[in-house]
């Protein structure tokens, strides 16, 4: 294989993307559609998590020149259990001989991090302890992710599946001019094509994954990058399957709006929650995105996570497998039933 005809190729359909309005729609769909949710629910990580406070007035003046959190004072502990259970506050703080710290369920895994550290830090000052504060913290309501952190998986699998697309396209297109036979007559193998298409969709598919998470302040672990990858590279083993089995653009449409409705199945389920999460487990897609809101929103480790990437590497593996014998049987001339 020479990794230079798979990159000059892969370049190549790169650089057509851009010069494509309808491509360049389909990518820009992605952010388009993050920058709507986040101006329309509030970004995620963009406000600084909230505080109400009840309790020693030197510790409430301390939080309130922290310019990370919002703080609100209380005139009653009942007060503020109330505000803190309906998810009105992020956190409350009750100063006492014994200090608690009252988490609501709603609050995410940045904003815990942020209150604690801020909450522990304005004790030590007030007290005068060189040592670490040692307080009472508790969750008071449900745990449960906020809308905008569960429309997140909709739209991860929404790029990586452009990235997809974006190769069926391609190949149906590359077919219909004819160019596919012209690149099979010079040096170029059935392999290196699979190859270009394969770093083509993954490309694109990892550049918006990515941006979703950034605008999203969730790109903070290499497990994430991890996941992205393996997720990404199963939309693209459809899409490469889609480009050789489907006769045309409208073909392809059609078909992949249907078969949308599968893949976003365990987005769809974490959206609401009320449904059976078990449901999500029967399709592939699911130990692409559960896997990276438990890391970004749960503090996941690879020790909770490593047998769903298990199971997607196999996932990974099969529709590859797959892809490479569909697209072989296409370039060798073999006639694929639909």
């Not at 209380?74 to 988490?103: N, T």
């Not at 998470?213 to 990404?232: A, Q, R």
Request: hydrophobic residues 50%; negative net charge.
């Amino acid at each position: 294989m020479s990794h230079n005809r798979v990159l000059s190729m892969a370049k190549k359909d790169i650089i057509l993307t851009t010069r494509e309005s309808f491509f360049l729609y389909m990518v820009m769909m992605p952010i388009i559609a993050t920058l709507v949710i986040n101006a329309a629910l509030g970004s995620v990580g963009a406000s600084n998590p909230t505080l109400a406070v009840y309790g020693d007035e030197n510790v409430a003046s301390l939080l309130m020149s922290e310019q990370s959190v919002d703080v609100t004072l209380f005139s009653s502990i009942e007060a503020l259990q109330d505000a803190v259970m309906k998810g009105e506050y992020d956190a409350g703080l009750i100063v006492s001989q014994d200090p608690k710290l009252l988490f609501s369920g709603k609050s995410l895994l940045n904003e815990r991090a942020i209150l604690w550290a801020t909450t522990s830090y304005a004790l030590k000052e007030s007290y005068g302890e060189p040592d670490t504060m040692i307080f009472d913290t508790r969750i008071l309501s449900e745990e449960g992710l906020p809308l905008k952190v569960r429309l997140i998986p909709f739209l991860l699998i929404l790029s990586a599946m452009i990235g997809g697309l974006i190769i069926s396209s391609s190949l149906i297109e590359e077919r219909e001019q004819k160019t596919l036979d012209a690149v099979l007559v010079t040096p170029m193998t059935p392999f290196e094509v699979i190859m270009s298409k394969s770093l083509y969709g993954l490309f694109l598919g990892l550049m918006l994954g990515a941006i979703i998470l950034v605008l999203n302040n969730s790109l903070n672990s290499p497990l994430v990058v991890l996941f992205l990858l393996f997720g990404t590279l199963f939309t693209v083993g459809l899409g490469l399957i889609a480009g050789v089995v489907m006769d045309n653009i409208t073909d392809l449409i059609a078909r992949m709006k249907l078969f949308q409705l599968f893949i976003q199945l365990p987005a769809f389920i974490v959206l609401f929650p009320q449904i059976p999460q078990w449901l999500g487990k029967f399709v592939p897609t699911y130990y692409f995105i559960n896997p990276i809101l438990e890391i970004t929103q749960k503090g996941a480790v690879w020790a909770d996570v490593w047998w769903q990437w298990a199971i997607l590497v196999v996932c990974d593996i099969l529709i590859l497998l797959l892809a490479s014998r569909v697209l072989r049987k296409r370039m060798t001339g073999e006639r694929i039933s639909h």
